[in-house]
């Protein structure tokens, strides 16, 4: 069995895939976490940085309950009775270089660990392959939904040099994004076309609130405003996404924070050369779910997000008349049609199922790990 080493666990990211970590479907087990130390509220100082973690994987997932028990001598959470270590650390500390060499690393601390290549290049000793769980502009991208997908219709026609290991998965609503660019590349496959021709991606976001949020303003910003009955708008890595495609230029408009539990939702808007129609996408995206079943699923029923709030998809796509639309020479004259698809994303649970399918495909060297070059420059 492969092993895997965690960074950063105290969040609803670290806590699912923990949670969700299933060794015999994923090929590997995460055998040892690195996160800082959790400091008790004074009232409950009998509580160990150990306990609060234990309450803050029940708190991501109240189905671990009875699940997960804390063994203080060891240092470790024992979860459906696997063992995991915890090590109360930080990211910099040079006494990770003790824990031991493990297949897999997945960061999910901050984006700033992500971007730093100093940090990756101290990850790329611990552990053969490094994931990390937002954008870096400099290094390639892992999206699983793109895995296996035939990226010659996006005008890919080389495989992008897998070089230093390091990989960035993107965030959330990458992931969301690219399942349903999944459902196009596989309409167009359908199709018999050559290529799709997509020539710019514009989306809109509505995203579930996180715990980093406030409950009482501390300055202007979607993380720092009062979240109750305030809508705030923010922005979203997903635009470093979409620029990663050749000859596509794209728009991220808003990234809407409300206070909702998950998923949140998307409108994306592609514009091709391909002369695609709605049957035929709707046909693409039933192939990709069958394809990816745990990462993309559809819905013909337009019914509110608490019904998908337990999917493991990372975006679930409504293909009902009502909500996908195709628009035909949308500039007259142009041959550009417009396809637009709504989708709800899991920014928790869909998007760990999403990291975890990742590094299965890390860990078994598999050729369906389709990588996306690292990100152009102009927009």
């Not at 202007?220 to 890595?237: C, K, T, V, W, Y």
């Not at 129609?277 to 709707?282: E, F, K, L, V, Y």
Request: glycine share 8%; aromatic share 4%; proline share 6%.
């Amino acid at each position: 069995m492969k092993s895997a080493i965690l960074f950063g666990a105290g969040a609803d990211i670290g806590c699912n895939l923990l949670g969700r970590n299933d060794p015999e479907r994923d090929g590997f087990a995460i055998t040892d976490v690195v996160t800082r130390r959790i400091t008790a509220d004074p009232e409950l100082a009998s509580l160990s940085s150990l306990d609060q973690l234990h309450g803050r994987l029940l708190l991501a997932d109240p189905a671990l309950l009875g699940r997960v028990s804390v063994d203080e001598t060891g240092s470790r959470l024992i979860i459906d009775g696997r063992p995991v270590t915890v090590h109360f650390r930080e990211v910099e500390d040079d006494s990770i270089f003790d824990l031991g060499r493990f297949d897999l690393a997945i960061l999910a601390t901050h984006r700033t660990h992500i971007r730093s290549p100093k940090t990756l290049a101290r990850l790329g000793r611990l552990a053969d392959r490094v994931v990390g769980l937002a954008e870096n502009p400099a290094i390639p991208a892992l999206y699983p939904p793109l895995a296996g997908a035939d990226t010659r219709l996006l005008g890919l026609t080389a495989p992008v040099p897998d070089t230093g290991r390091v990989y960035a998965m993107g965030s959330c609503q990458s992931v969301g994004w690219a399942a349903q660019l999944r459902g196009l590349l596989e309409a167009a496959g359908l199709a018999g076309l050559d290529e799709l021709g997509l020539l710019r991606a514009e989306v809109e976001v509505v995203h579930p609130d996180t715990a980093s949020s406030r409950l009482g303003t501390q300055g202007i910003g979607a993380r720092r405003e009062d979240a109750r009955d305030n809508l705030r708008p923010g922005f979203s890595q997903l635009q470093s996404t979409m620029l990663r495609l050749p000859g596509t230029s794209a728009l991220n408009t808003v990234s809407l924070r409300v206070l909702t539990q998950p998923p949140g939702y998307q409108v994306c808007r592609f514009f091709v050369r391909a002369r695609l129609d709605a049957d035929t996408i709707r046909a693409g995206f039933t192939r990709a779910a069958d394809l990816l079943p745990d990462v993309v699923r559809t819905t013909d029923l337009p019914i509110g997000s608490r019904a998908f709030f337990l999917s493991p998809a990372a975006a679930t796509v409504i293909t009902a008349d009502s909500h996908l639309k195709v628009v035909d020479d949308v500039l007259p004259g142009s041959g550009v049609t417009e396809v637009i698809t709504q989708a709800y994303v899991h920014n928790t649970i869909g998007y760990c199922v999403s990291v975890l399918a990742a590094g299965r495909l890390l860990v078994t060297d598999s050729e369906q790990a389709t990588l996306l070059p690292p990100l152009r420059t102009s927009a």
